[in-house]
């Protein structure tokens, strides 16, 4: 018999690449979306759909009942307020996790958290990812889980990163911060292939680990900019913007958010998370306790990932 693996956060970018994998390795999906309409794709066809959301008791009693194992990538990226990020990743995890607890049958989780969790004093969105993963540690007795903490993730259906590229494809990389601040990267399906290596463990171990693409001490701007340049054959100007060109918008985006209830992305708050100097990681941790690796460089990934000037149909394995 299928295993049954539900998973919160499946229609998104990362959600969606972790149900791809599952499908291809013959698992049965159960998946909570608000919208029903954004998982009419063939990829999940043979999926159990629940609608509901993060502040749905009954929804996530359905969606945990009977699971083998609950993939956890449900989360609010844009806001304007601690309580907005609060609600949903702080509190719509608690409610993940009393449904869970309120079940029959010992469960394994995996939280795909975000490595913004180990700055919790640069934003709104680091703190929530960091109490998040606090109350996991507290209220998670009795479950089986694991926390990942990807860096910045790109790949097909990206679209956050995919402008910065564009721009990049176009001769100039404009960054936030100083040029040489430094972080790590991961390609999306790599991420979903690491869900897949702790699904096919038996790892019961409640740890918090980071992951990446397995380049030592990660990438810097002008790194970037080269491997861009490379793919689109042409020189890539990396130029730190003007404090003023990011502060501004931030700071409106901010207060209409805060006035009007809208969810921007750039905040003065995200400002903070993306001018700080250090965002590498490694993977040790995790490849002593799960058999990962990762596959997909920068270079490789950039021409699998479409949209964009870089891309080469086929790329990945190619070489």
Not at 22 to 38: E, G, I, T
Not at 250 to 275: C, D, H, Q, S, Y
Request: charged content about 25%; overall charge positive; aromatic content about 8%.
């Amino acid at each position: 018999m299928k295993k049954v693996i539900a998973v919160t956060g499946a229609t998104g970018f990362i959600g969606q690449a972790i149900c791809e994998q599952l499908v291809a390795n013959n698992y049965s999906m159960r998946v909570l979306v608000r919208n029903p309409r954004k998982a009419s794709s063939r990829i999940y066809s043979d999926a159990e759909i629940i609608r509901g959301d993060l502040a749905d008791p009954d929804g996530l009693q359905r969606l945990v009942s009977g699971a083998d194992a609950v993939i956890h990538c449900a989360g609010s990226v844009r806001g304007a307020t601690q309580a907005e990020f609060h609600r949903v990743n702080v509190e719509g995890t608690r409610n993940l996790l009393h449904a869970i607890k309120a079940g029959t049958s010992s469960q394994r989780l995996l939280f795909i958290s975000s490595l913004a969790a180990r700055e919790p004093q640069l934003s709104f969105y680091a703190a929530s990812k960091h109490r998040a993963e606090q109350a996991l540690k507290t209220e998670g007795s009795g479950i089986a889980w694991t926390v990942l903490r990807p860096p910045a993730v790109y790949g097909p259906g990206d679209r956050e990163l995919l402008p910065v590229f564009r721009l990049m494809a176009r001769g100039l990389a404009l960054t936030p911060g100083s040029p040489g601040a430094r972080f790590s990267m991961l390609y999306v399906d790599d991420l979903s292939s690491a869900v897949m290596a702790w699904l096919d463990s038996d790892c019961v171990t409640e740890e918090i680990f980071s992951i990446e693409d397995g380049r030592a001490r990660g990438y810097d701007w002008h790194d970037v900019g080269e491997i861009v340049g490379q793919l689109c054959k042409r020189k890539v100007r990396v130029v730190r913007a003007p404090s003023w060109l990011l502060d501004v918008p931030a700071w409106v985006n901010g207060r209409i958010g805060t006035l009007f209830g809208t969810a921007p992305m750039l905040t003065p708050e995200k400002l903070r998370e993306l001018r700080h100097p250090d965002w590498v990681c490694d993977s040790t941790a995790f490849q002593r306790v799960i058999d990962w690796r990762p596959k997909v460089k920068l270079a490789e990934g950039l021409r699998a990932t479409p949209d964009w000037p870089g891309h080469h149909p086929a790329a990945i394995g190619a070489e």
